[in-house]
Every structure is written in C-alpha cells, then in structure tokens.
C-alpha cells in the first residue's frame, strides 16, 4: 500500500538510529533555548520528551521536523544531516516523517477527506480513486471512518486529533510526532490517543517521538523518556529507569512537587530583567 | 544625533520590508512563470477559486463605485468647465482621468478591502493554527500553496477589473452628458473614445497589474508575519490594508512619473 514515493538519495536499508542530535542549540533573537541537547532515537523505538512549560520541549520537537534551524549543532535524520541537506532532500526526508501538531492544524477550508488526501494529491501521482481508498483505510485506522466529508470545525476536540493523525498516516511515514497528543481533551479520549499510539507502534514498527507532560500517557507509551528542563537534557532513560531514578528535578517533575514559590518568583524577574526576554516572548507565547 | 539614529533605523526597517514584499513576490512570480515548466505544476484549481472571489464577486460593488466616481468626475469638471463654455469637453474629462488614474486606483483601493484584507485574515489564522506549519512538514510549500494561486488570480483580475472600472465611470459620466450637456448616449460615448489614446489604457492597465503584484504581497506577507493569536491577526489585516493603500498610491506615483516623462519623447 506504499505509495510510490521519489526516493531521491534516501536509503530504505538505513540500520543507524533514526534521530541523532549531537550538541543541538537553538535561540530567538539572540537568547538560548536549547544549550545542547544529545541523544539518539532507534528504528521502532517511542521516545517521550517531557518537560514543564516553557521548558524548550516544543522547541526541540519543532527543530527535528525542520521548522526552526539549530544556531548550531546537528540534527541528523535517517543519517541525513537535516539542517546541510538542500530544500529538495529535506522536502524528501520530510515526506517520510508525519506530524500531528497540539491544536490538529487541519485545514479550515477542506474537508476531513480532502486533508488527508492533500499530501497524496501533491507528492504522488496515485489515480483519485486509489487517493480515496487510501485516505477512507487511513480514517478507518483512526477510528473516524464515515467522516470524510465532515469539515474540521464539525469535529470534537478528539476527533480532530485523530484526524490529523490520519493525515499525518497518509504518506506511511516511518517517523511519527505528536506534540502534546492528550492536551485538551478529558481523560478518556486521551487514553484513547494513547491507544491508537500503541496500536500504531505495534502494527507498523514506527519510530514515534511524543511531546508531552502527561506522566500517566508517558509511563504507558515511552520506551524510553528524556526530560528536558530550562533546555538541557536532565535525564535520558526506560520508564523503570525514570521511576528510580534519584535526580531531584526527574522526582520533582514526577512526584509533582511544587517549585518553592521563591525560587519562582526571582526566575519570573529574572526573566523580565533579561536584556533580550522581550523580544523572546512572542516566539515562546508560540511555542506553547 | 539620536534623531538621525531613529531616522536610519526607520530607513532601514522601511527598505527591509520593501525586501521581503520583493521576494515574497518574486517567489510567487517563480511558482507561477517558471516552476510549471520545473515539474512543479500551477495549482489551477485554487488559482480559479480565487480569481472567482477577487475578480467576478467584486463586479457588483466596483460597478456602483466606480459608475458613482465617473458622475462625480462629470460634476467637478463641468463646474469649471462651463465657466469657458466647453461643457462638451466633460466626456474627454471623464475619460481621460478615469483609465489614466482613478480606473486602476479605485480598482485597486476596493480590492485591498475586499481581497488584500482576506489574504491577511486568512494567512495569519493560518499561522497562529499552525497550519503553515503543517503543510512545511508535508514538504508542502506555503508559497506555492497558497500565495502563488492568489497572485496569478490577483495579476489577471485586476486588469480585467480595471477595464470594467473605466467602463462604469464612463457610463456614469454620460448621465451627467446626456442630461445637462446636450449629449446623446451615443455622441458620449464616441466622444469618451476619441479622447482617449491606445497609450492612456495601456499605462493605466500596467499600473493596475502592478497593483495586483503590490496587493497580493503586502496582504501575504502580512499574515505570513502573524505571530501570536486572533488578535495579532485582526492587526496584520489592518496593516494589511494601510500598507497596501500607502503602496499602491506610492507605485502610482513612481509609474505616473515614469509615463509622463517617456511620453516627453
């Protein structure tokens, strides 16, 4: 069912790990998001990247996808060096990764049908009626088959995700991202999130990266976790491992023990006196 | 000296927005001229839907304005004309200042509100939903995706509309003609067309398509910048459109001169 993809200079037999950061920085206008972030992401493997608000964990995911640029360091994706390749590679890389982003970011004026469809439509030359049996089997693997013809703004907050999960499906990607896949939604649709994303795992083999803070969906989809805080990478590690571990910030984020309200308060003018936090602020407004 | 600083940085930010309009523009020119012939087909469909929206919805509106602007037109001239007796040359009047200048401009002033406005709204909500965003990580050029099909629709509209335009207000100045000039329908007619020269359409029509260029920019790029949420999109559409105001008047005036001083040869 693999659409008939151009693989232009992208190896199928690729065995190294399918992530690679090695010493990652990113900052907006002048103030360091990211202090160099290290780690590698394995074929098959579900990695969760947790982290408080405005802890750069949203930063990160956008930089793998290609959406921000590193100031410096490397993102290597698939043993591509993502930020050295050209327009045309990265376009081929990026048909092989899917993105499911926090609000759905499905297209207000198309169809549920037409959204998936659309990435079909543009990178391959599938005949409109295989398009339609694609885009019906890859609603049918979300659990909304039947809503093709339904736009966005008539689905609930759960189903908008899930279709946008479909089309983030649509072009078989071998690398799937979720950014804050349970935010907004009550406590049973989350964990049906949390379901399809095991299901996805364990009939594909896809590698999966998961931004969240919800330790209940983390524990129950991470193979491995890494905790991000202030942009350094403070623990990289198996649920067991995290569970154990005795690094006071990793038990402070999973105990959820409150920040002592002092510390808080100087971080909070410590920010505000920062010489370039002003014009920092829309780009992390943004990146939620 | 803190003043000359705040004047070179005004300076500087001025011509760096003239450089992002100028290569917003010229990669929406790349996506519609050069990239079908790359392999990177024109998405025809959205380009129709636009023009649908920007052009033939617009006509309703554009009439009544621009039928309103040519009896205006009529009046004004006639109340100094008639001071020398030459009511009669109210047609030429009319006809002339209509396709060299208020045609293409009032053309241009109606499809900022209408269309310039939208590409703002629509782009920024686009941006704030992480829409764009979406169709980069499909390898989904935004440019080509949604700019290029509003610039090919907006640079074959805005013609079309302005030759429309000049049309209305000639009919508009002929009521003026036929009721208070001693014209008939026709005599006014003919006489509107005598006035005018091949070159007096022709400028007015290379304006009006340089308009379209200036529009569709300034309305994208507007919502392309939008960061934040709704409400930053209800200011990129107003900077949308005093922009596109300023802009328009200002290619009007560089190309006016530029007529009028190839016309001295």
């Known amino acids: 069912m693999a659409p008939s993809v151009d693989n232009l200079g992208v190896d199928d037999s690729f065995g190294g790990p399918m992530i690679s950061l090695r010493d990652l920085r990113v900052s907006y206008s002048g103030r360091e998001i990211l202090h160099g972030i290290n780690f590698d992401v394995q074929r098959g493997e579900t990695l969760v990247i947790l982290g408080g608000s405005g802890s750069g964990k949203s930063t990160l995911l956008r930089t793998l996808v290609g959406l921000e640029k590193p100031t410096s360091g490397e993102v290597w994706i698939r043993g591509k060096n993502f930020s050295a390749i050209s327009e045309v590679e990265r376009d081929e890389i990026r048909k092989r990764l899917g993105m499911s982003f926090q609000g759905g970011a499905l297209f207000g004026s198309m169809t549920v049908g037409e959204n998936v469809a659309l990435p079909l439509e543009e990178h391959t030359k599938l005949e409109p009626t295989t398009v339609e049996i694609m885009v019906r089997l890859k609603l049918d693997q979300v659990g909304l088959s039947g809503f093709e013809d339904f736009l966005p703004s008539q689905l609930s907050g759960g189903m908008k995700k899930r279709a946008a999960v479909a089309r983030a499906l649509a072009m078989d990607p071998e690398i799937l991202f979720f950014d804050e896949p349970s935010a907004g939604l009550d406590p049973i649709i989350a964990a049906g999130i949390d379901q399809l994303i095991l299901e996805l795992k364990k009939a594909f083999h896809m590698t999966i990266i998961v931004v969240t803070h919800e330790l209940a969906s983390a524990f129950l989809i991470a193979d491995r976790m890494v905790l991000i805080n202030k942009g350094d990478v403070v623990a990289l590690g198996t649920a067991e491992e995290m569970k154990n571990s005795k690094h006071p910030r990793v038990r402070q984020f999973l105990d959820r023990i409150p920040e002592p309200a002092v510390a808080q308060e100087l971080d909070y003018l410590q920010m505000l006196t920062e010489p370039s936090s002003k014009s920092g602020e829309g780009r992390q407004g943004k990146s939620r | ?265």
């Not at chain 2, 033939?56 to 008639?82: D, H, K, N, W």
């Open chain 2, 1 to 265: 000296m803190e003043f000359f600083g705040k004047i070179g940085s005004s300076v500087e930010g001025s011509l760096a927005y003239v450089g992002s309009l100028t290569s917003l523009a010229g990669r929406a020119a790349y996506f519609t001229f050069i990239g079908p012939f790359q392999g990177q087909p024109l998405r025809f469909q959205r380009a129709v839907s636009q023009a649908m929206e920007a052009g033939v919805r617009c006509i309703p509106i554009l009439s009544l304005i621009t039928f309103f602007i040519g009896l205006i037109l009529a009046l004004q001239a006639a109340y100094e004309l008639r001071r020398f007796g030459a009511v009669s040359f109210v047609a030429s009047a009319v006809a002339l200042s209509m396709t060299r200048e208020l045609g293409p401009l009032i053309t241009a002033v109606i499809v900022i509100g209408r269309s310039g406005s939208a590409f703002a709204a629509e782009l920024g909500t686009m941006k704030v939903s992480e829409e764009i965003d979406a169709l980069e990580t499909m390898a989904i050029n935004p440019v080509s995706f949604l700019v290029a099909p509003k610039f090919v629709a907006m640079i074959l509209m805005l013609p079309c509309l302005t030759i429309w335009a000049n049309f209305m207000g000639i009919l508009g100045g002929s009521v003026f003609g036929v009721l208070q000039a001693d014209f008939t329908f026709w005599r006014y007619i003919i006489a509107s067309l005598d006035a005018l020269f091949m070159r007096d359409v022709i400028t007015g029509l290379i304006k009006s398509f340089m308009f379209g260029v200036t529009i569709t920019a300034v309305g994208c790029l507007e919502g392309l910048n939008t960061t934040g949420g709704a409400e930053q999109v209800g200011r990129s559409t107003t900077r949308a459109v005093v922009m596109s105001i300023f802009l328009v008047i200002l290619v009007d005036l560089v190309f006016t001169m530029l007529f009028y001083f190839l016309g001295e040869h």
